[in-house]
T-cell receptor, first 114, second 115 residues
């Protein structure tokens, strides 16, 4: 079974703190994704990575950065957390090449910024 | 422009009845794929079913089927014989040639199954 894990299920941080969200996948997938989920807005793509050290901005990259130093690990960084970044963050991974391939999701991190 | 539209924020269904969750999409690419995911209250996204734009038949996976109407650009999810465990958020998503590896998601429909 594909497994995508995220470092925390729940996280509480203060405004201005630097926040790291970690994601690890065990299926040797080339692609990894970070989404943000808010009620009524669905899932919105923040960043994705198609290879080690490669990244592309998604739809809402402002206020976020990412790091992918190893194939299995993709980190989302909030340089200076703000209250409007309180949200559910979902990591996903997937293969390159097959159009039909689904993405596999982690359990999510519910981040609260006070 | 919104690529995926789910017009039903919430739906209710009686246990053992069938329910249809609506999804319309917009793309000019002839090659695309449509996905449905289930998200229970625990938060994980579970892949349910896939339909390709060139598939001749509607996709089915157990109690899930996809009513694919290409000319109308709709890909509705049908859940037969609803169970209490089907209560969850359901998301429709699309990948087309222009979006490379990415999926575009709709805003979701919250399904509640009543006993």
């Amino acid at each position: 079974d594909v497994k995508v894990t995220q470092s925390s299920r729940y996280l509480v941080k203060r405004t201005g703190e630097k926040v790291f969200l970690e994601c690890v996948q065990d299926m040797d997938h080339e692609n990894m994704f970070w989404y943000r989920q808010d009620p009524g807005l669905g899932l919105r793509l923040i960043y994705f990575s198609y290879d080690v050290k490669m990244k592309e901005k998604g739809d809402i990259p402002e206020g976020y950065s990412v790091s992918r130093e190893k194939k299995e690990r993709f980190s989302l960084i909030l340089e200076s957390a703000s209250t409007n970044q309180t949200s559910m963050y979902l990591c996903a991974s997937g293969r390159t090449g097959l159009f039909t391939d689904t993405q596999y999701f982690g359990p999510g991190t519910r981040l609260t910024v006070l | 422009a919104q690529k995926i539209t789910q017009t039903q924020p919430g739906m209710f269904v009686q246990e053992k009845e069938a329910v249809t969750l609506d999804c319309t999409y917009d793309t000019s690419d002839p090659s695309y794929g449509l996905f449905w995911y289930k998200q229970p209250s625990s938060g994980e996204m579970i892949f349910l079913i896939y339909q390709g734009s060139y598939d001749q038949q509607n996709a089915t996976e157990g109690r899930y089927s996809l009513n694919f109407q290409k000319a109308r650009k709709s890909a509705n999810l049908v859940i037969s014989a609803s169970q209490l465990g089907d209560s969850a958020m359901y998301f429709c998503a699309m990948r087309d040639g222009g979006s490379n590896y990415k999926l575009t998601f709709g805003k979701g429909t919250l399904l509640t199954v009543n006993p």
